[in-house]
């Protein structure tokens, strides 16, 4: 079955302060990879997209790496700010399927001051 | 552009009442998602639509459970009757033709008593 497994479930740091978020997946064939930031409130919103040929791709603070030999991604936020609280979510697009995303549970992150 | 826009933002109604949520989605964009979020299963797909035509109903959970796309401006998702399980939030989104990403409107809260 494909599945986006995310860790850690929750997360709380002092604004200022890096972190990483981690996505395995065992969805296959892989075609690519997506992180989205979701408000409390909100819809998602895509922070970046990666094929299976891309390791690393930024948008501002926010770094994704992705292995597709051992199916892990990851989500770094550098210098967190109090905006960055929110639910993110590891998504999973199989290829030929553009339109069927596996989704993650996601990870709650918390930034306080 | 609005984005997509979906209403009512919230409902809450009773059990066995029939519930109509609604879509519009960024002009243009030909594929609409329907999606269901919880706390235990996160976003799941529940169809989606290309050029208006279903094209893959295979997340609706039941009969109880329909889903229109009658012009490119428009959907609805219909429950009918409600149950309390079906407390969750419906967010739709849409992708554009020869683009990547799905656009998430802000989702519609539904309370089922």
């Known amino acids: 079955k494909n599945q986006v497994e995310q860790s850690p479930q929750s997360l709380i740091i002092l604004e200022g302060k890096n972190c990483t978020l981690q996505c395995n997946y065992t969805v296959s064939p892989f075609s690519n990879l997506r992180w989205y930031k979701q408000d409390t409130g909100r819809g998602p919103v895509s922070l970046t997209i990666m094929t299976f040929s891309e390791n690393t791709k930024s948008n501002g603070r926010y770094t994704a790496t992705l292995d597709a030999d051992t199916k892990q991604s990851s989500l770094h936020i550098t210098a967190s700010q109090l905006s960055d609280s929110a639910s993110y979510i590891c998504?999973?697009?199989?290829?030929?399927?553009?339109?069927?995303?596996?989704f993650g549970t996601g990870t709650q992150l918390k930034v306080e001051l | 552009d609005a984005g997509v826009i979906q209403s009512p933002r919230h409902e809450v109604t009773e059990m066995g009442q029939e519930v109509t949520l609604r879509c519009k989605p960024i002009?243009?964009?030909?594929?609409l998602f329907w999606y269901r979020q919880t706390m235990m299963r996160g976003l799941e797909l529940l169809i989606y639509?290309?050029?208006?035509?279903?094209?893959?109903d295979s997340g609706m959970p039941e009969d109880r459970f329909s889903a229109k796309m009658p012009n490119a401006s428009f959907s609805t998702l219909k429950i009918q009757p409600s149950e309390p399980r079906d407390s969750a939030v419906y967010f739709c989104?849409?992708?554009?033709?020869?683009?990547?990403?799905?656009?998430f409107g802000p989702g519609t809260r539904l309370t089922v008593l």
């Open positions: 002009s243009g964009h030909n594929s």
């Open positions: 639509f290309n050029n208006n035509v279903p094209i893959d």
């Open positions: 998504v999973v697009s199989l290829t030929g399927g553009g339109n069927k995303l596996t």
């Open positions: 989104a849409c992708r554009a033709q020869w683009g990547n990403e799905q656009f």
